[in-house]
């Protein structure tokens, strides 16, 4: 049952009509004090990925093929440049015959840890002002859900002040404007986090969306203000003109913001999410990347690729549908969960 003031919430941002509105999630009740679970760390994507599981299986007890084992890495989403070096090093490394697949595992850990940076940077406020953080991706790829896990992180994170002990503090815009539902969901997860939504009529224009959010976000002082940005796939040109619009207003405010720009891929759809990292790369620009549903899939090379080929860090990943299946990227776990 929601409490009177929880309903008068949701029916502030379900009846909003003006171009401009604001959703107030019940802030005592989604966050108290510090109503997240203090001191609670994110855990590390402690699901396995096994995305090498499949590879240990084909070569259990026969020997090594290379076609075979290039076809196989290859499938695990690892990318061409990357698996024609595994294999090159393999085949300078090990004595053919006696080469078996715990040396494969081997020389693929060793690759991936050349790739992979070690440290994800983490995602600090910046001084005096919003940081603007957009997040990019097209429909399907876990967007939403993103913004509203990282909002949460965010909120989660210690802040390194003597003088603040409250919490830091985050601003959703609703800023794909397209789908009626996808404003609504993330109406639903600002509630949950305890925090303000902008959001703008059906349609309205994203830039100006996100111009009015930092506005109030800069008013607010707000430490985070994340822009969960439009992803239709079939007006490719259309969108790619808008993403470009959204950062062109925002720098008015800022000439820095966005300060990140981060695109969410779907680590289930292997070289798609490739192509994708490509496209949004070349028409915007990306600080890094959300790599969803790394849980139970059996994918996951595609962190890899997409560093290796366009040189974009996996900052984050999702493990799953709960706001806390989010975790920075971390290398030693990603690769220890390989098997
Ligand atoms: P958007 O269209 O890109 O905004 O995608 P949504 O945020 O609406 O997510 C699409 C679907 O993917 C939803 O059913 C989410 O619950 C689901 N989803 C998002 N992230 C993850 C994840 O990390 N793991 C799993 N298993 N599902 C996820």
């Given at each position: 049952?929601r409490s009177?003031?929880?309903?008068?919430?949701?029916?502030?941002?379900?009846?909003?009509?003006?171009?401009?509105?604001?959703?107030?999630?019940?802030?005592?009740?989604?966050?108290?004090?510090?109503?997240f679970?203090?001191?609670?760390?994110?855990?590390r994507?402690?699901?396995?990925?096994?995305?090498l599981e499949?590879?240990?299986q084909t070569?259990?007890?026969k020997p090594?093929?290379?076609?075979?084992l290039?076809e196989?890495?290859?499938?695990?989403?690892?990318?061409?440049a990357?698996?024609?070096?595994?294999?090159k090093t393999?085949?300078?490394?090990?004595?053919?015959?006696?080469?078996?697949?715990?040396?494969?595992v081997k020389v693929?850990?060793?690759?991936?840890?050349r790739?992979l940076?070690?440290?994800?940077?983490?995602?600090?406020?910046?001084?005096?002002?919003?940081?603007?953080?957009?997040?990019?991706g097209?429909?399907?790829?876990?967007?939403?859900?993103?913004t509203?896990?990282l909002?949460r992180?965010l909120q989660?994170?210690p802040?390194?002040?003597?003088t603040?002990?409250?919490r830091?503090?985050?601003?959703l815009?609703?800023?794909?404007?397209?789908?009626?539902?996808?404003?609504?969901?993330?109406?639903?997860?600002?509630e949950r986090l305890?925090?303000?939504m902008?959001q703008?009529q059906?349609?309205?224009?994203?830039a100006?969306?996100?111009?009015?959010?930092?506005q109030?976000?800069?008013?607010r002082?707000?430490?985070f203000?994340?822009?969960d940005?439009?992803?239709?796939q079939?007006?490719?040109t259309?969108?790619?003109?808008?993403?470009?619009?959204?950062?062109?207003?925002l720098?008015?405010?800022?000439?820095s913001?966005?300060h990140?720009?981060?695109?969410v891929?779907?680590?289930?759809?292997?070289?798609?999410?490739?192509?994708q990292?490509?496209?949004f790369?070349?028409?915007i620009?990306?600080?890094?990347?959300?790599?969803?549903?790394?849980?139970?899939?059996?994918?996951g090379g595609?962190?890899?690729?997409?560093?290796?080929e366009?040189?974009?860090?996996?900052?984050?990943?999702?493990?799953g549908e709960?706001?806390?299946?989010?975790?920075?990227?971390?290398r030693?776990?990603?690769?220890?969960n390989?098997?």
């Amino acid at each position: 049952m929601r409490s009177e003031a929880e309903s008068r919430n949701l029916l502030l941002f379900k009846n909003a009509r003006s171009p401009l509105h604001v959703c107030l999630g019940n802030s005592e009740r989604c966050l108290g004090p510090f109503g997240f679970a203090q001191g609670k760390t994110f855990a590390r994507h402690d699901k396995k990925m096994k995305f090498l599981e499949t590879l240990v299986q084909t070569f259990a007890n026969k020997p090594i093929d290379w076609d075979e084992l290039e076809e196989s890495l290859i499938r695990a989403d690892l990318g061409v440049a990357m698996t024609t070096r595994i294999i090159k090093t393999l085949q300078e490394r090990e004595a053919w015959s006696l080469m078996g697949i715990s040396d494969v595992v081997k020389v693929v850990r060793e690759e991936i840890a050349r790739i992979l940076p070690a440290n994800s940077p983490p995602i600090t406020p910046e001084p005096g002002k919003p940081k603007v953080i957009l997040l990019v991706g097209v429909n399907g790829t876990g967007k939403t859900t993103s913004t509203a896990k990282l909002g949460r992180y965010l909120q989660q994170e210690p802040i390194l002040s003597a003088t603040r002990m409250d919490r830091h503090t985050v601003l959703l815009a609703a800023a794909d404007t397209f789908r009626a539902a996808a404003i609504g969901q993330l109406g639903i997860w600002a509630e949950r986090l305890g925090v303000e939504m902008i959001q703008g009529q059906y349609n309205a224009d994203p830039a100006a969306l996100c111009y009015e959010a930092y506005q109030a976000a800069l008013a607010r002082q707000i430490d985070f203000l994340l822009c969960d940005t439009a992803g239709r796939q079939h007006t490719k040109t259309n969108l790619m003109a808008e993403l470009q619009k959204v950062k062109r207003t925002l720098g008015k405010h800022d000439p820095s913001a966005p300060h990140e720009t981060l695109l969410v891929v779907d680590a289930t759809t292997g070289s798609n999410a490739l192509n994708q990292a490509r496209e949004f790369k070349s028409a915007i620009g990306l600080t890094g990347l959300i790599v969803t549903k790394l849980d139970g899939s059996g994918k996951g090379g595609i962190v890899v690729a997409i560093q290796d080929e366009l040189g974009v860090p996996t900052r984050f990943v999702g493990t799953g549908e709960r706001l806390d299946d989010f975790a920075l990227f971390d290398r030693q776990a990603y690769i220890d969960n390989l098997l």
